[in-house]
């Protein structure tokens, strides 16, 4: 006697448990990619950051030398819209050098106490620029950080300083 083949009769919820597999695989793969682009992203950020960072931590001591040495010179008496400049070589990790631009802000010089008496004052305007603009991390002619600071008194030894504004504006 031959033995007849049985007949199984197929679940209908058979395979189900492959499906929800790879479907799982798929959505764990989505997942993990997504988050290995925003990790990239975020690190490429921090670099580019890092470089405006760096040239503005360079530019703030290029500024605050620059100010230590105005303190040091004359005043210009009376006052007349002289300005210079000088180059602060390499003042951050990067090896960017910083030029600070000053002038001599001749208007609202004088300055009238409630009494009515008048006091001449020493303002001073500094801005700081990339000093090598050829350097590739420094590729931008603009302005990183602008202050007016007054020297006071405005004629002779200068024995107090005020900053008016300090402006970061790259």
């Known amino acids: 006697m031959t033995q007849q083949p049985r007949h199984r009769t197929q679940h209908p919820d058979s395979g189900a448990a ?3 597999a790879v479907g799982f695989i798929v959505m764990v793969s989505m997942i993990g990619a997504g988050l290995i682009g925003l990790a990239t992203s975020g690190l490429n950020n921090r670099t580019t950051l890092q470089l405006v960072r760096d040239r503005q931590y360079a530019a703030d ?12 010179r004359p005043p210009v008496t009376p006052c007349t819209a ?15 050098s910083i ?11 004088m300055v009238k106490s409630s009494d009515g008496t008048f006091f001449p004052q020493r303002n001073m305007i500094f801005s700081a620029f990339c000093g090598d603009q050829t350097a ?17 008194p405005a004629s002779g030894t200068t024995t107090k300083t005020y900053v008016q504004s300090w402006s970061v504006t790259r």
Do not use: M
């Not at 290029?62 to 303190?71: F, L, S, V």
């Not at 030029?99 to 010089?109: I, L």
């Open 82 to 96: 002289g300005t210079g400049s000088t180059t602060y070589p390499k003042l951050n990790s990067t090896g960017v």
């Open 18 to 20: 492959l499906v929800l």
């Open 99 to 109: 030029r600070v631009d000053w002038d001599n802000s001749c208007v609202n010089n």
């Open 136 to 152: 590739a991390n420094c590729s931008f002619p603009d302005v990183i950080i602008r202050a007016q600071v007054n020297f006071e």
């Open 61 to 72: 001591a290029a500024i605050n030398q620059a100010i230590a040495d105005a303190r040091g």
